[in-house]
């Protein structure tokens, strides 16, 4: 055989053909080579029934080093179904949910495509897949009356994440009531193995009635043709990715999302608050940006993201035009399970009033640190410095003048528990203190967080404060005593919260 | 039950139309797109159960079953009872019949499909208006029906108010069979920017369209666009016309 002949075959038997980069110019970007490069031949094998999936579900990889015939079919069904709670919709649907079933195929594959209109339904319905090559996507050969079943294939040229959606006239109508959803084209060698894979599909509803307006709710035309959203949301309902419905995580994975955008009006500024993605594959396509807190997903596209999770917690996924994210719907939830990781996060640490001009300066605390470096500090100076933070860190609960809140934070002026022990003290100021107290002859039963954004000098120069003010007449307590306590006691886990 | 079927099988009276001006969708010539439309009848209701029982009795090689597959597909008629008998709801709309049975039928009644023109034509009278397509209401109106599932069953025909015409349930119990169903797609007629695909895909099907926010005409038409003659879906019916009476 000629060398014409055996060169694609050995390529197929490996399992390459697509984009090994060629040997670029060092000013070359490196390209796949797209859809030239894209068909590796005819199918090899026994047809291959393809996994569809509901969101937020995604089909497994499909692990394949040869082109197959991939069979998927999809059944066009019309059904009511909540759009928010108390409120009915009738949606259009590309297998009974909204978004329509993920379809995960590998570059090169021919698909046999199967379009249902089920005969129960009231209107002709098509398929435009942008993943297809030619004229219409599909929409053309793929148009079915109800009842009917039609039959197209296409050869998958290009790699990336594509959307699919509904083309029949009027279009926008079609996609208004929930008819998109996402086709994956993976390259050749696959890609990088993740933990998760979720689905997540955007898309903005018009109803007649205001938002979470309840009972059966009809598209409004009008409002669709002034890209009016009445909601805007996930996965096609207001609690499709939230509670029990959140999708989910262990610290540790790394996630990957497959976020599409049906529209029909609306582009996404999709964001998850507290994540930044370590990758975004733009646009679904096959290079991926870095570091990016928020991508823009058009209305009729797809982009593909990953994030590694280090801490745990609930992320929350929106699109950060943010009035959607509040008033529309469009919101969704990441549950990460795991142990706190409180060097990355730390939580709340400290709560504090804040006093802006009216707080007490701080030049006493600034002059009482430069007298302990200088070894020159008086109790004088100590209490002037403590006045200070006490202001800004004691006072909220204990109140200006140490009097507490009678049964709730204990008084500090005159306080009999506080006079006794100042060894106890100290402690109580690094460590916190939770249970029941006498103070007074009063019971306190309540909860003081450990005050660790505190140095020893500022713990000591606050006890100075409070045991030689409002009556109380003590010994002054240095930096030392406070180290000393420190060093013997153990702040509780996960305390700082 | 034939007997009883047939006593109720009387056959809606025809409504007289004047003719008129009238602005197609989709004009055959858009440099003059207002179409006349000569004065025609029309049933005042679509043709229902009981009637169509009475014509495959009387006609039995448009029962189920024996009707040629050139003329109607399998599911013709395949929810009723028996071949004769559509098992209750006579007075609802006959649907699961093709576009060559609802011509037989018609003819049988010494009367023909309407076309698309004609059925539009009327289709445009609200109750209080002959040309409502402008009325915003009305339009949402029509818009809400076409946007329910079609899992229910159809209502019986001639319930609430007729149009100005005094012509029933053109919108909001089924779609109907026109003699020309499928010209807007595949007539060669020369249309600006004319393409056999156009209407099929996205918004191609707008370029040429006289009214882009009429979206339930939008749909009558992708809906009859989808249709062939020997077709027979569970939501569509059809009713009868008839030329103009000389005066």
């Known amino acids: 055989m000629s060398r014409y002949f055996f060169t694609p075959l050995l390529a197929l038997a490996l399992g390459c053909g697509a984009p090994a980069p060629t040997a670029l110019a060092p000013t070359e970007a490196p390209t796949t080579g797209g859809s030239k490069a894209g068909d590796f031949g005819p199918p090899v094998g026994e047809p291959i029934q393809a996994e569809l999936t509901n969101a937020p579900n995604v089909p497994a990889p499909t692990n394949r080093t040869a082109p197959a015939k991939v069979v998927v079919e999809l059944e066009v069904v019309e059904k009511v179904m909540p759009i928010s709670e108390g409120v009915d919709y009738t949606f259009w649907t590309f297998g009974g949910e909204v978004p329509g079933k993920f379809i995960r195929i590998r570059q090169g594959d021919t698909v046999e495509f199967h379009l249902q209109n089920h005969p129960d339904n009231k209107m002709p319905h098509n398929i435009d897949l942008h993943a297809v090559t030619g004229p219409g996507g599909g929409a053309a050969s793929s148009f079915t009356a109800p009842g009917h079943a039609s039959q197209f294939s296409f050869k998958a040229l290009n790699a990336g994440l594509y959307v699919y959606h509904c083309a029949t006239a009027p279009v926008g109508m079609h996609i208004a009531n929930g008819m998109y959803g996402l086709i994956l084209v993976e ?100 290079f991926a940006q870095e570091n990016v807190q928020t991508t823009l997903v058009p209305a009729g596209g797809a982009t593909m993201l990953e994030f590694y999770v280090e ?84 006072s909220t609960c204990h109140q200006a003048d140490g009097t507490g809140v009678k049964g709730v934070f204990p008084p500090l002026a005159g306080s009999d528990y506080l006079m006794a022990d100042g060894k106890r003290s100290i402690g109580i100021v690094l460590n916190g203190l939770s249970g029941p107290v006498k103070v007074n002859g009063e019971d306190y039963n309540s909860v003081m967080p450990p005050m660790s954004q505190l140095n020893d000098d500022e713990v000591a120069n606050i006890l100075t404060y409070v045991t030689n003010s409002w009556g109380n007449e003590g010994a002054a307590i240095s930096a030392s005593d406070v180290a000393g306590v420190r060093a013997t006691s153990k702040a509780p886990a996960g305390a700082a919260h | 039950m034939i007997a009883l079927l047939l006593g109720l099988a009387a056959a809606a009276p025809l409504v007289p139309i004047e003719g008129g001006k009238y602005l197609p969708l989709y004009p055959p010539d858009p440099e003059q797109p207002v179409t006349d439309v000569a004065s025609f009848q029309i049933d005042a209701t679509p043709v229902t159960r009981a009637e169509f029982a009475a014509f495959v009795t009387a006609q039995p090689k448009w029962q189920r079953g024996q009707v040629a597959a050139l003329f109607a597909e399998r599911a013709y008629l395949s929810s009723w009872a028996t071949p004769t008998d559509p098992g209750g709801r006579p007075n609802g709309p006959v649907t699961e019949v093709s576009w060559f049975a609802a011509r037989a039928y018609c003819a049988a009644e010494g009367k023909r499909l309407p076309t698309e023109d004609e059925w ?5 009278a609200s109750e209080t208006s002959y040309d409502a397509t402008q009325d915003d209401a009305w339009l949402g109106q029509i818009l809400s029906w076409y946007a329910k599932p079609g899992s229910d069953d159809p209502p019986n025909v001639g319930q609430g108010m007729p149009n100005l015409w005094g012509v029933h349930d053109q919108h909001g119990v089924v779609w109907e069979w026109v003699e020309d169903f499928n010209n807007t ?29 009429d979206y339930a ?9 989808s249709l062939q003659g020997t077709y027979t879906t569970a939501q569509l019916g059809f009713r009868c016309a008839a030329d103009g009476v000389t005066p």
């Open chain 2, 185 to 213: 797609l595949f007539g060669t007629d020369g249309r600006e920017g004319g393409d056999e695909d156009e209407l099929r895909f996205c918004g191609s099907g707008t370029l040429s369209a006289t009214d882009v926010r």
């Open chain 2, 120 to 124: 539009e034509y009327v289709a445009r």
């Open chain 1, 311 to 394: 801490a745990p917690g609930t992320y929350i996924l929106v699109d950060h035009s943010i009035f959607r994210a509040f008033n529309k719907g469009a919101l969704g939830m990441l549950k990460v399970d795991g142990d706190d990781a409180l060097d990355i996060y730390s939580g709340k640490e400290v709560d504090s009033v804040y006093l802006a001009d009216k707080a007490a300066s701080s030049a006493p605390i600034a002059e009482a640190s430069a007298a302990a470096a200088a070894g020159s500090l008086t109790k004088a100076q100590q209490i002037e410095a403590g006045k200070a933070l006490f202001a800004g860190t004691c």
């Open chain 2, 217 to 225: 005409r939008f749909m009558r038409i992708a809906f009859r666009s």
């Open chain 1, 187 to 286: 390259p050749p060698e696959g890609l990088p193995k993740v933990d998760r894979e979720y689905y997540v599909m955007q898309g903005d509803f018009y109803t007649v009635g205001k938002y979470r307006e309840k009972g059966l709710q009809p598209f409004d035309m009008q409002k669709a043709i002034e890209e009016n959203a009445t909601y805007v949301l996930f996965n096609g309902s207001e609690g499709a990715l939230v509670g029990d419905n959140a999708i989910t995580a262990e610290v540790g994975e790394t996630v990957r999302l497959y976020v599409g955008n049906g529209g029909p009006n609306l582009v996404s500024s999709f964001h998850v608050i507290g994540e930044i993605f370590d990758k975004v594959y733009t646009e679904g396509g096959t």
